[in-house]
């Protein structure tokens, strides 16, 4: 279900709209990430059908019984909606930012002024928080290949905007961290 939305963006809309002009294509795997990583979406949704197997191992296997402790799924509830929010939060600007603009552009508002991958740091945090919600193994597990992909979505964006952007982001680089403020 979750790969529904990234499925009709990236693949659907485009074969539907063959009719449309190709900048608006050219927009939409910019603000994917395609132009920095061809790719990276075909691993992504991969590792969200992965993700159906939280569901087995909290509703049938329960590979790890231990995990499940009211408190962190608690926990993982709260970071579970802090991340959404943050997310829908990134997509409001990244919307704003592809929708006005015939080139695009530097984001250094909203969630973007605090860190330069907002979406990307939600993203970890919402598989984390999946993994306490659902206290499974499978889930920690998946932290782990999620975390591979998505900081090499990172480093490999940050080479696309060096080269898009140049002086500019670099001074952006420095004055904001990449996906936890004061940290990394």
Request: proline share 6%; hydrophobic share 55%; charged share 15%.
């Given at each position: 279900m979750r790969a529904l939305p990234v499925l009709w963006e990236m693949?659907?809309?485009?074969?539907?709209?063959?009719?449309?002009?190709?900048?608006?294509?050219?927009?939409?795997?910019?603000?994917?990430?395609?132009?920095?990583?061809?790719?990276?979406?075909?691993?992504?949704?991969?590792?969200?059908?992965?993700?159906?197997?939280?569901?087995?191992?909290?509703?049938?296997?329960?590979?790890?019984?231990?995990?499940?402790?009211?408190?962190?799924?608690?926990?993982?509830?709260?970071?579970h909606v802090a991340a959404a929010l943050w997310k829908r939060w990134t997509d409001r600007y990244l919307g704003a930012a592809f929708a006005e603009s015939?080139?695009?552009?530097?984001?250094?508002?909203?969630?973007?002024r605090y860190i330069r991958h907002p979406f990307y740091a939600g993203a970890l945090l919402d598989k984390v928080a999946v993994a306490l919600v659902f206290a499974s193994i499978v889930g920690w597990l998946l932290v782990i290949p999620w975390a591979v992909l998505l900081l090499r979505q990172v480093r490999l964006e940050e080479l696309h905007l060096r080269r898009l952007f140049g002086q500019e982001y670099e001074t952006y680089a420095r004055q904001t961290a990449r996906l936890l403020p004061g940290v990394f």
């Open positions: 693949v659907l809309r485009d074969i539907l709209s063959q009719a449309k002009a190709s900048v608006a294509v050219e927009w939409r795997r910019e603000r994917w990430g395609s132009n920095a990583a061809p790719g990276w979406v075909s691993w992504a949704l991969v590792l969200m059908v992965a993700d159906l197997a939280v569901f087995l191992d909290y509703g049938h296997w329960h590979l790890l019984p231990g995990l499940e402790q009211p408190i962190a799924q608690a926990l993982g509830l709260l970071l015939v080139r695009p552009m530097l984001m250094q508002s909203g969630p973007f």
